[in-house]
């Protein structure tokens, strides 16, 4: 889940030393994305990169398909299960320059720990980094449209960015990679954002009209389409327990003010974002945007897998005066009603909440990530079985994962959160893919690129990648499909 404080350089808790078989298996691949004409990642590289951390006794490489054994069923994913990483836009595209957030990192006094600037430059190097996700065994990549890229003006559509889009799609086909295809993840054109965000009562009909312009030029090789990611999230603020705010203040009222203070600077009084403004119009806004632009997206192309991406903390009861089921209404409840309309529901959840009046504290001693949360993968399992039951669709984990400089922690939480998937599907539970955030390092909004949620490391400086074996070991968990 997106984090909102601002990170500490050091770790709090928990065994975050680096294993140094893993930091030198890590050196070890590199991979230069600025090599000028470098189209793709060898395999002979990546076979290297497998086998070094295979050596590392941190996978088991299959060697011949002869020598393969035979797969146990009983830890075999069902046929066609969608394995992937994910990336959003503003997060590893680099110079969004048309973007309410872009105008609010620059302020002089902003609310970012640093600007986003180049970010991965994926924008770019999106070819080899597709390809690099293909060799590493996935077969699903979910990324998402740049809105301000596309409609920069109001009404202005540019067909040169749609394109650039299209290519995107393109190259993931070439990959047998399903595109899953986000159409809006958080940053919003600023035309928009001055305009009053999703508080604007224009909102459903200016986003449905991006909509159904996206999905005429890019809908027919979509493989899953989502209007919006997580727009729960104003709602989660208000539950949310931020370790250092000022007593009796929640995320959402911090927001608020810093709101006022962004208003001032740019002398905008309706500006507003998605984490921003006000809670209950945003709510209204969002869900009135995905109606339409769901509706929007069908006309053009009716049989597109259409959803959208739910945040969802593995909600657990407090001992004493719990108000869980108060939580799941205010911040999930709507939503889950929407997605009984939707073809498929994303959940992306990271951690645990234990719920009392608001959500309590981690536990005293808990494993804590690189953004404070609790180290906790079970949550995957808990989260599907809830959002299936709540729902009756499909459902899709379309974000998991943490927040670390160890790596070999972000692979024990992998193999335990689909370990976890995997029970609940046994338990006939309807789940068709796992998406792990993120493809690579990347900017973390507000908490800039300090917090390392990537498969992949990124040199911000060279754009040199660099893959964790924690790629190697899911990618080859979806290349087996199977534990
Ligand atoms: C968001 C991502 C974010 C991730 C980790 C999710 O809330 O969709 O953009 O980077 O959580 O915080």
Redesign the pocket.
């Given at each position: 889940?997106?984090?909102f404080s601002r990170i500490p350089e050091t770790p709090k808790a928990g065994p975050q030393s680096h294993s140094s078989k893993a930091r030198q298996t890590m050196a070890e691949i590199e991979v230069d994305a600025a090599t000028p004409g470098l189209k793709s990642i060898s395999r002979r590289h990546l076979l290297r990169s497998a086998s070094l951390a295979a050596a590392a006794g941190l996978i088991k490489l299959p060697t011949s398909r002869a020598e393969q054994p035979l797969a146990d069923k009983s830890k075999a994913f069902p046929n066609g299960f969608l394995w992937g990483c994910?990336t959003?836009a503003?997060?590893v595209e680099g110079n969004n320059s048309n973007t309410d957030l872009w105008t609010m990192e620059y302020l002089p006094q902003t609310i970012f720990k640093e600007p986003s600037g180049d970010a991965c430059d994926h924008y770019h190097l999106y070819p080899q980094d597709i390809s690099m996700l293909a060799d590493l065994g996935f077969n699903t990549y979910r990324f998402s449209l740049e809105w301000a890229r596309i409609e920069p003006e109001e009404g202005h559509f540019s067909n040169a960015e749609l394109d650039h889009y299209r290519r995107m799609l393109t190259v993931c086909h070439e990959h047998h990679l399903t595109p899953m295809l986000t159409y809006s993840?958080?940053s919003l054109p600023r035309w928009f954002a001055i305009q009053g965000g999703w508080e604007n009562p224009k909102a459903p009909d200016l986003f449905a009209r991006f909509c159904e312009r996206a999905t005429r030029h890019l809908g027919d090789i979509v493989g899953y389409a989502s209007t919006l990611?997580?727009p729960d999230?104003p709602q989660l603020l208000n539950w949310f327990n931020l370790p250092g705010a000022p007593a009796g203040m929640s995320v959402a009222q911090m927001m608020q003010m810093g709101l006022d203070n962004i208003r001032k600077q740019i002398n905008a009084p309706e500006f507003s974002g998605l984490f921003m403004g006000n809670p209950a119009k945003t709510q209204a806004g969002l869900l009135a945007s995905h109606a339409k632009g769901k509706e929007a997206m069908k006309s053009v192309r009716p049989d597109m897998p259409v959803g959208f991406?739910l945040?969802m903390s593995d909600d657990q009861p407090a001992p004493e005066d719990n108000h869980l089921e108060e939580k799941r209404a205010e911040v999930y409840g709507p939503w889950l009603e929407a997605a009984k309309h939707c073809d498929y529901l994303g959940v992306?959840t990271?951690s645990r909440s234990i719920v009392g009046k608001k959500d309590l504290p981690v536990p005293k001693g808990a494993e804590l990530t690189q953004?404070g949360m609790e180290f906790y993968p079970q949550c995957v399992e808990h989260v599907v079985r809830y959002a299936s039951k709540a729902t009756g669709v499909p459902i899709i984990v379309t974000?998991n994962?943490i927040?670390t400089e160890d790596d070999t922690r972000r692979v024990a939480y992998v193999q335990q959160a689909v370990s976890g998937l995997k029970r609940a599907i046994d338990d006939g539970v309807d789940v068709r893919g796992y998406v792990a955030?993120?493809l690579m390092d990347?900017?973390?909004?507000m908490?800039g690129y300090t917090?390392k949620?990537g498969m992949v490391a990124v040199d911000l400086k060279t754009q040199k990648r660099t893959i964790k074996p924690s790629a190697a070991i899911l990618g080859n968990i979806a290349r087996r499909n199977s534990l």
């Open positions: 889940m997106l984090t994910a959003a503003y997060q993840h958080f990611n997580e999230i991406n945040a992306q990271y953004t974000e994962g927040a955030w993120s990347n900017f973390e909004w908490s917090p949620f």
